[in-house]
């Protein structure tokens, strides 16, 4: 048996490991403790879980967040790829195309949602002013106050949003895919869309598998673009975790009960991220 | 209503403006919402705060009134995104008839369209009850261990006399006796002082910002197309558990 000892390197990381411990594991330990006891510091036991778990806008808050970051992912991961595949070709004018695509994801993210907010605003808003000018809806929509729109559309905002950044990784991981593939394949006769389904995919798999894992995260702890475009609603149509966390902690100041759901929100975004690494991380390192 | 709600100057104008939505709920549309609930006799609460009105035929029927402005087609189609601020821009722009306002909302308008031809009338009631308006704005607070409570208290009472009342503020002081004062002689704002004396404070509850998130949502449900009636029986169970706790 090997004596652990405390070397060099352990000193190198202690500072950063003690500014962890502080930031991460102390605010950890403190809302697991908040979430069993009451405002007075009381032990409760599983109180704040059964009363919040019980309460029956929590199924649709959960249902809610899964539709939402699971949409956002796919829309992303479909229009950045595609993006990223089309800026790797040769045109005329690809620097220029490339740049002003990033813009959706250099622009700050409350101004976005603020603008997106304004373009599908019934009465005013350009999106129904274009449809219904080209004959294309009969009458206004109530894009962000249709139960059946609301997610949808700030799914969309949020693929517009994040699709850079994916298209931004595909081609960087395209950049590094040797020519020798495409010639291969193309004395074989492949075509493009060969290429894209036979190189292009799986030569980009290990970008496409972090990336995802990235999207995934960003998309459970993002709050802006609800926040700030429907807050929720209409009627609790578009709450999502995170918001709902918000609400109890800042709103009802019902700070125990904000632990206790914030509790159940890291164990099941741990446990969503654990099965992933598990299933896709896995079968890249085989 | 319905001969306010008419095309105007190439676009459409509605009669009323009914706060459905936006940021900042559900303030707004309980301080719309609930004086015609309490005129009515209902209520999200009763008096003692013991038990819920929010279904009551009485609250139910002012509820269906106002959510009724909308699906009459008499409020703009994008009354769920419509807080304070924004009723009081589409007022202001013409293409809201009527809105329920401030006094502060008043004055903001008249600086936002100087040419508007705008006037102030209470709010009416059902016949044979009483009108009703609610109190809203802040508190000064001072902490039971604050350091320099005493000092602190002084000055406060020096700032609610009722010449700084009136003095401290732009449009309309918190102390009755202050409206003596020359500046607060504003006929305009006549009629939200006549509502001064049916206006009642929200319950003092730690749990009230719960429950009228609880009524808001219902609401909105409503105006979704749910009966009102089903709307608030789910606002009231959501609100029974919160009382006392």
């Known amino acids: 048996m090997r004596a652990w000892k405390f070397g060099p390197g352990h000193w190198f990381i202690l500072p950063t490991m003690v500014l962890l411990c502080m930031l991460v594991l102390y605010p950890v330990a403190s809302t697991i403790f908040l979430s069993f006891t009451d405002a007075s510091g009381k032990w409760v036991g599983g109180q704040n879980y059964t009363e919040t778990l019980s309460e029956p806008s929590t199924k649709r808050v959960i249902l809610n967040t899964l539709y939402y970051v699971g949409g956002s992912v796919v829309l992303q991961l479909g229009i950045g790829v595609l993006a990223g595949i089309l800026m790797n070709q040769k045109f005329r004018g690809r620097s220029v195309v490339r740049s002003l695509m990033l813009i959706p994801w250099i622009i700050p993210g409350i101004v976005a949602a603020m603008t997106w907010a304004w373009m599908f605003h019934t009465d005013y808003g350009i999106i129904n002013y274009a449809l219904t000018s080209a004959g294309i809806i009969p009458g206004p929509i109530g894009w962000l106050t249709n139960p059946n729109t609301v997610m949808p559309a700030l799914i969309a905002v949020n693929a517009w949003k994040m699709f850079p950044f994916v298209a931004l990784m595909v081609l960087a991981g395209l950049q590094s895919v040797p020519d020798e593939l495409y010639e291969a394949a193309r004395i074989d006769g492949a075509n493009f869309l060969h290429e894209v389904w036979h190189i292009m995919l799986p030569q980009l798999r290990p970008v496409l598998v972090a990336v995802t894992l990235l999207l995934v995260i960003w998309g459970l702890d993002g709050i802006t673009i609800i926040y700030s475009m429907t807050g929720g609603g209409p009627a609790g149509r578009s709450m999502i975790f995170p918001i709902q966390i918000y609400a109890e902690a800042f709103e009802f100041f019902q700070f125990n009960r904000a632990a206790a759901l914030s509790v159940v929100y890291f164990l099941m975004i741990v446990l969503l991220i654990a099965v992933y690494i598990r299933v896709f991380a896995k079968a890249e390192v085989e | ?229 089903e709307a608030m029986d789910a606002a009231a169970s959501r609100i029974q558990p919160l009382i006392g706790k």
């Open chain 2, 1 to 229: 209503m319905q001969t306010l709600t008419r095309d105007s100057n190439g676009g459409k104008m509605f009669g009323f403006g009914v706060a459905g939505g936006g940021q900042d709920q559900p303030g707004n549309t309980l301080f719309r919402t609930l004086p015609l609930m309490w005129m009515n006799g209902g209520g999200i609460l009763s008096e003692d705060n013991q038990s819920v009105l929010v279904n009551s035929p009485e609250s139910v029927a002012a509820i269906e009134m106002y959510t009724g402005f909308f699906k009459d087609g008499y409020a703009p189609p994008s009354t769920l995104e419509n807080d304070g601020l924004a009723l009081r821009r589409l007022f202001a722009a013409e293409n809201i008839a009527i809105i329920q306002g401030s006094q502060a909302e008043y004055l903001l308008i008249k600086g936002d369209n100087p040419d508007l031809d705008i006037g102030v009338a209470t709010l009416p009631h059902p016949e044979g009850k009483q009108p009703a308006s609610i109190l809203g704005g802040w508190n000064w607070i001072v902490p039971a261990q604050a350091p320099n409570k005493a000092e602190t208290l002084k000055f406060l009472a020096f700032l609610s006399s009722p010449e700084n009342i009136g003095f401290y503020t732009n449009t309309f002081p918190a102390v009755q006796s202050a409206f003596e004062q020359e500046r607060h002689q504003n006929p305009e704002l006549r009629g939200f002082r006549d509502m001064l004396q049916y206006a009642r404070p929200q319950p003092p509850l730690a749990n009230w910002s719960q429950m009228t998130q609880a009524y808001f949502e219902s609401f909105q449900e409503a105006l979704l197309g749910q009966p009102v009636q």
